[in-house]
């Protein structure tokens, strides 16, 4: 395991421009990261790079500046929403194709999906269960094209959806539904602030999991919400977690998905939270 964060490579300033991380990869670079979780949930904005037509030269310009700085990528994030509400977003249906061939442009081996969730039928875990089938069997097809896998991510009945029940926040129904594709590039990222919401023994989901387990999210909570906090801010029990990690003998990257700890801090003091963030990763790594 080696020790990852992600980037997003897609700002929204105030003047409406849309510019890759560039900075951002620099500087994750400078702070002694060298492998990234390169995202692209913000890629389906009106201006995003990903809808102009030389989408593909962007990707591999960022591969190319990625390469210089000595920066690899080994997992990724598509875009979200909740495709089990017909009509929601289809917009976002091409951007997602083209996330999974951009992650794969950038080296990435694994793509994270999340799962979606029927909210309005009385039979939630069938008809979400259908509709994830039905949505990624055809991605799973272009990954497979691309030499890319799909993880499935843990979901939680988060507040901002009102606490409502959702598909595959239990472990039982997303070990089901990553089995159900029968392929080997399809697997699972376990996150860990959305599982401090539902279990607070995630050692034995993760013995559940077992080598099915592809990408992990690190991040911590007081497990109300999402919160996206460094390691040892929230109540996550992280000794366990680190030993089951070894015991299933999981070998992808240890990834932050902490992209809020410096959301209000001032630019001069920004570093010194990564730094820490940077050290409390490496303590648990050593766990393993």
Known sequence: MRLSTTVNLFILPADGTMKPYYEDIKNYQELGFSVLDCIFCGAAAANSPLRAPDWM??????????????????QSHMPFYNFA??????DKDEITRRSIIGASILGAKWIVGHPATAYDRYDLVKASKRACMEYYQPLVELAEKHGIGIALENMADFPHQGYKRSYCAWVEELCDLADSFHSDRVGICWDFGHAN?????QASCLREIGTRLKAVHVHDNMGDEDSHLAPFFGNIDWVPIMKALGEIGYGGEFSFEIRRIDLKLPKEVKN?????????GEYLLSLV
């Open 272 to 280: 010194a939270q990564w730094k820490y963030a940077k050290t409390a």
């Open 197 to 201: 919401m539902v279990y607070k023994d």
């Open 85 to 90: 509400v017909p009509g929601l977003d289809p």
């Open 57 to 74: 030269d962007w990707c591999k310009r960022i591969a190319e500046e990625s390469e210089r700085l000595g920066i690899s990528y080994t």
